[in-house]
């Protein structure tokens, strides 16, 4: 039958705030992670990687977090804009050779 | 400037009529992926192609057929579209390996009347 669409985890910040956006994984095993960004109508962007020997990464206005201890990884945004508001969604490669895993996705909603 | 190029942006259909969705790459990618995409939910991988070799997802349904004519090309066949079908398609590669970065298309979303 047709999946129902699940009502998506949503953060809400005004512009020029910091945003952060959080992503359990599951598998330790997981040695590479990526941060996509997907605005409505769109196909996922890539924003940032990180690999698992290194707990941080920094970008233009994002850095990524990991936490392999508490298997936890965020993307915080600084100053976010309104060009910001999208879902994002975090990936994980839960073993070498195989598919990379989808997160469940956070909408980001900027107020002007 | 686009790398992966996915026509239609929005195709109709009717309940059972086949349908065909088209993606290009000018990246010279190895990995070529098809994914669907429901409303609120993360992209759900359909099937890849590693060169020209063909990988389906387990739980893929029979109705979703893939043709890779060559390095550049990669097409997603609908035999039989119903309604639980209509969704967004994505199509996407990588450059070698299966869980490096993926470079997405805009995606063609799909209706079922």
């Known amino acids: 039958g047709e999946s129902v669409g699940l009502h998506l985890p949503t953060l809400s910040v005004q512009e020029g705030d910091n945003s952060i956006i959080n992503c359990a994984y599951s598998n330790s095993a997981s040695d590479y992670f990526i941060w996509y960004k997907q605005e409505s109508g769109k196909g996922p962007q890539f924003i940032i990687d990180i690999r698992s020997n290194m707990d941080k990464r920094q970008g233009q206005r994002v850095t990524v977090l990991l936490n392999k201890t508490v298997k936890h990884l965020s993307l915080q945004i600084a100053a976010t804009q309104p060009g910001d508001s999208a879902v994002y969604f975090c990936?994980?490669?839960?073993?070498?050779?195989?598919?990379?895993?989808f997160g469940g996705g956070t909408r980001l909603m900027v107020k002007p | 400037d686009a790398m992966v190029i996915q026509n239609p942006r929005y195709q109709v259909t009717q309940f059972g009529k086949p349908v065909t969705l088209s993606c290009s790459q000018t990246?010279?990618?190895?990995?070529m992926y098809w994914y669907q995409q429901k409303s609120s939910q993360a992209p759900k991988l359909l099937f890849h192609?590693?060169?020209?070799?063909?990988?389906n997802e387990a739980d893929t349904p029979d109705n979703f057929q893939s043709r890779r004519p060559n390095t550049s090309f990669c097409f997603l066949d609908i035999r039989s579209p119903g309604l639980g079908d209509a969704a967004m398609y994505l199509c996407?590669?990588?450059?070698?390996?299966?869980?490096?970065?993926?470079?997405f298309g805009s995606g063609t979303q799909l209706s079922v009347l």
């Open positions: 990936a994980e490669n839960p073993n070498a050779g195989n598919m990379l895993t």
């Open positions: 990246l010279n990618h190895n990995v």
């Open positions: 192609y590693y060169d020209k070799d063909f990988n």
């Open positions: 996407a590669t990588s450059r070698q390996a299966l869980a490096e970065k993926l470079f």
